[in-house]
């Protein structure tokens, strides 16, 4: 079950997604987070930040919205008083870290510099105050600066890129450009509910952020694009992974490893499921290392010929 994310090799491919299991710890009591690829934290700023007004969470039909708001003690407290207790059980450690400004970034990623961290996973899809307030992921110049900004932590850097864009490939250049060794595929979805009852927003904070099994394609579609366009670049992908099955249909996409996110809610057991029932898929199919399946949707439409003018045309949305 070995993979490969540029140059960090992991035992499997099945992770946590930032944001939807604490710093980790908290789901311990239901899955051996060592058993994992690896832990991914929720994301931290060099400020303690204390999120959104609540109704931060509400459910969908095929999964949630939210509105946490990235609400985190900070870089240094969390080094000083989680980070401790996530090494005791023995997890490869991935930090997330966010920032309002560049010079943000910088300094998240500087204080988390010999922390022995696996990777940084950067994300970009937050608000950028020195670009009026758009998505950093929004702008391939602004994503850019955040991923260099990102360096100084010396490990392995991951961007994290929204969906939320015309142009996704534009943006995914500008990251690895600035020395992103991966890219993490997809943040949630722009989304908004409303409750005909009081004909207001559910969520404190008006819309937020759509995950679960409704976004599944769409995180299938961004990777498989993402790969016809730049090749074999490392990617892990993330979006609606429920079921093994979910995770081989995003690696044939084109990911070399996956996060569950939304499916732990429901479920803390839900990564630790994942992870068995990819390997039980593995077995049955024949396939002798789970790297095996990355990509491998491309290798069959390279197999048939490439895409006919009218393959091509139900591609596009209508």
Same mark, same amino acid.
């Given at each position: 079950?070995?993979?490969?994310?540029?140059?960090?090799?992991?035992?499997?491919?099945?992770?946590?997604?930032?944001?939807?299991?604490?710093?980790?710890?908290?789901? !311990?009591?239901?899955?051996? *987070?060592?058993? @994992?690829?690896? /832990? &991914?934290?929720?994301? *931290?700023?060099?400020?303690?930040?204390?999120? %959104?007004?609540?109704?931060?969470?509400?459910?969908?039909?095929?999964?949630?919205? %939210?509105?946490? !708001?990235?609400?985190?003690? !900070?870089?240094?407290?969390?080094?000083?008083?989680?980070?401790?207790?996530?090494?005791?059980?023995?997890?490869? /450690?991935?930090?997330?870290?966010?920032?309002?400004?560049?010079?943000?970034?910088?300094?998240?990623?500087?204080?988390?510099?010999?922390? =022995?961290?696996?990777? @940084?996973? /950067? +994300?970009?899809?937050?608000? %950028?105050?020195?670009?009026? !307030?758009?998505?950093?992921?929004?702008?391939?110049?602004?994503?850019?600066?955040? #991923?260099?900004?990102?360096?100084?932590?010396?490990?392995? #850097?991951?961007?994290?890129?929204?969906?939320?864009?015309?142009?996704? &490939? $534009?943006?995914?250049?500008?990251? @690895?450009?600035? =020395?992103?060794?991966?890219?993490? *595929?997809?943040?949630?979805?722009?989304?908004?509910?409303?409750?005909?009852?009081?004909?207001?927003?559910?969520?404190?904070?008006?819309?937020? =952020?759509?995950?679960?099994?409704?976004?599944?394609?769409?995180?299938?579609?961004?990777?498989?694009?993402?790969?016809?366009? *730049?090749?074999?670049?490392?990617?892990?992908? /993330?979006? =609606?992974?429920?079921?093994?099955?979910?995770?081989?249909?995003?690696?044939?996409?084109?990911?070399?490893?996956?996060?569950?996110?939304?499916?732990?809610?429901?479920?803390?057991?839900?990564?630790?499921?994942?992870?068995?029932?990819?390997?039980?898929?593995?077995?049955?199919?024949?396939?002798? +290392?789970?790297?095996?399946?990355?990509?491998?949707?491309?290798?069959?439409?390279?197999?048939?010929?490439?895409?006919?003018?009218? $393959?091509?045309?139900?591609?596009?949305?209508?």
């Amino acid at each position: 079950m070995t993979v490969r994310i540029g140059s960090v090799e992991l035992p499997n491919p099945v992770m946590t997604a930032s944001g939807t299991a604490g710093y980790g710890t908290e789901i !311990g009591a239901y899955v051996d *987070l060592a058993s @994992l690829g690896a /832990v &991914v934290t929720k994301s *931290l700023s060099p400020f303690d930040w204390a999120g %959104n007004r609540a109704p931060r969470v509400v459910g969908t039909p095929a999964g949630m919205l %939210n509105a946490v !708001g990235l609400q985190n003690p !900070g870089a240094q407290a969390w080094l000083e008083h989680e980070l401790p207790r996530l090494r005791r059980t023995g997890a490869r /450690v991935v930090a997330s870290i966010w920032g309002r400004t560049v010079n943000d970034y910088a300094a998240a990623a500087g204080t988390l510099a010999g922390a =022995g961290l696996t990777a @940084l996973e /950067v +994300n970009v899809s937050c608000p %950028n105050l020195e670009g009026r !307030g758009q998505m950093f992921a929004c702008d391939p110049v602004a994503t850019a600066e955040a #991923v260099s900004a990102s360096g100084a932590a010396g490990v392995p #850097v991951w961007a994290k890129l929204t969906p939320n864009v015309t142009d996704l &490939v $534009e943006i995914a250049e500008a990251a @690895l450009g600035a =020395g992103a060794e991966a890219l993490t *595929l997809i943040n949630t979805v722009f989304g908004m509910s409303i409750d005909p009852e009081t004909a207001q927003p559910t969520l404190g904070n008006g819309g937020g =952020g759509l995950s679960g099994p409704a976004i599944r394609p769409v995180a299938v579609r961004a990777i498989y694009d993402v790969r016809a366009a *730049l090749g074999d670049v490392p990617i892990v992908g /993330v979006g =609606g992974v429920a079921h093994g099955e979910h995770a081989v249909e995003l690696m044939a996409a084109g990911a070399c490893a996956v996060q569950v996110g939304t499916a732990s809610f429901w479920d803390p057991r839900a990564p630790r499921n994942v992870l068995k029932e990819l390997a039980r898929w593995c077995e049955r199919h024949g396939v002798g +290392n789970a790297a095996e399946l990355t990509g491998r949707a491309h290798h069959a439409r390279t197999a048939a010929g490439p895409a006919t003018d009218a $393959e091509t045309a139900a591609q596009e949305p209508v």
